[in-house]
C-alpha cells in the first residue's frame, strides 16, 4: 500500500510539473533571451488569446442566456475573468503578435463586460456579439501569422 501511494504520488507530481512548470519555465527562461524571446512571447500571447476565447465560447456564452443561476454565473465570472487576465498580461510584450493578440484580448473583454450586462438584465448598450467573435477570429489569424513569421 506505501508503494502505491508513492507512486500516486510522483504521478502527481509528474503531472504538475508538466502541465505547470514546464510552461511556466519555458517563459522565464525565454523572457531572459535577447532575440529569441519574441516568438515564444509571441505564441504564449496567441495561446492565451485562444484559451480565453474558447472560454468565452464554451463557459460564458451558454450561461448568459436566461434564465442565470446567479451562483453558476459567479463562478464563470471568476474562471473567465481569470483566463481574460492571463491573456491581458501574456499579450502586453512588444511584439507585433502580441499587439494583435491584445486587440483581440480587449475584443474578448468588450463581449466579457457585454455578457455580464445580459445576464444581469441590463441589456443597453449592447453590441453585436457575433461580429465581435468574428473580429477575434480574424486579429487571432493575424497575430498566428505575424508569431510564426517572428
Known amino acids: 500500500m506505501g508503494r502505491l501511494l508513492a507512486l500516486a504520488i ?33 505564441s504564449y500571447c496567441v495561446a492565451q488569446a485562444n484559451a480565453a476565447s474558447d472560454a468565452i465560447a464554451d463557459e460564458l456564452i451558454p450561461n448568459a442566456r436566461p434564465p442565470v443561476d446567479a451562483a453558476v454565473w459567479g463562478t464563470v465570472l471568476v474562471r473567465v475573468g481569470g483566463d481574460l487576465a492571463r491573456a491581458e498580461n501574456a499579450c502586453s510584450c512588444p511584439t507585433a503578435a502580441c499587439g494583435k493578440g491584445n486587440q483581440a484580448v480587449q475584443e474578448l473583454r468588450g463581449m466579457f463586460d457585454e455578457f455580464d450586462d445580459i445576464a444581469r438584465g441590463n441589456p443597453m448598450g449592447i453590441g453585436n456579439p457575433a461580429r465581435r467573435q468574428e473580429r477575434v477570429f480574424e486579429l487571432l489569424n493575424e497575430a498566428r501569422a505575424l508569431a510564426r513569421s517572428e
Open 10 to 42: 510522483v504521478a502527481v507530481v509528474i503531472y504538475f510539473a508538466l502541465t505547470q512548470g514546464m510552461p511556466w519555465l519555458k517563459t522565464a527562461m525565454g523572457s531572459g533571451a535577447g532575440g529569441s524571446t519574441g516568438d515564444s512571447e509571441s
